[in-house]
């Protein structure tokens, strides 16, 4: 029998909750949610799915830069605070005598939450400091939008005609 390559996440799932016994769906997407599975797993079809902070980097140019990295702190904040709770789940669960391999979804998700707290307090500080490439140009953008915004009305349609 030749062995076919299962890369989809929800497709081994369902694989492990059928090694147990035969499930109908239902019942399998109520197994892998009563054990936290769908934390690490998508459990419905459907395109990837963007993060809002992966959205919300995208758009960061229309914020002052002041204010990108006033959020980046927050957000470094509520990281800290989620890395916590991952370390004391962990905790529990070693205390309680479970095994290592039952819990090494969490070890990924606190791997992740610490490598992105690293890259998002070094963006802050780049941010912060004015070194990251670019940050001069954007303030200067939008220095120029907000004095463009501001000019006196009658000025606007003046330099607006000029420009036709």
Not at 66 to 76: I, P, S, T
Request: hydrophobic share 40%.
């Amino acid at each position: 029998m030749t062995k076919r390559k299962v890369s989809n996440p929800l497709a081994l799932a369902v694989l492990a909750c059928l090694m147990e016994r035969p499930m109908h769906p239902y019942e399998m997407a109520t197994t892998l949610r009563e054990r936290g599975k769908d934390q690490s797993i998508k459990l419905n079809y459907g395109f990837k799915e963007y993060t809002h902070f992966e959205a919300g980097l995208s758009l960061i140019p229309v914020l002052p830069p002041e204010d990108a990295a006033a959020l980046l702190a927050q957000r470094c904040d509520r990281l800290e605070l989620e890395i916590s709770q991952e370390r004391s789940l962990l905790q529990f669960a070693g205390q309680r005598g479970l095994p290592r391999l039952f819990a090494i979804e969490g070890e990924y998700v606190l791997a992740m939450r610490e490598a992105e707290l690293a890259w998002t307090r070094k963006l802050a500080d780049e941010i912060k400091s004015g070194t990251l490439e670019g940050v001069a140009e954007w303030a200067a953008m939008l220095r120029a939008r907000d004095d463009q915004e501001n000019e006196a009305p009658q000025a606007r349609e003046e330099r607006e005609e000029e420009e036709q």
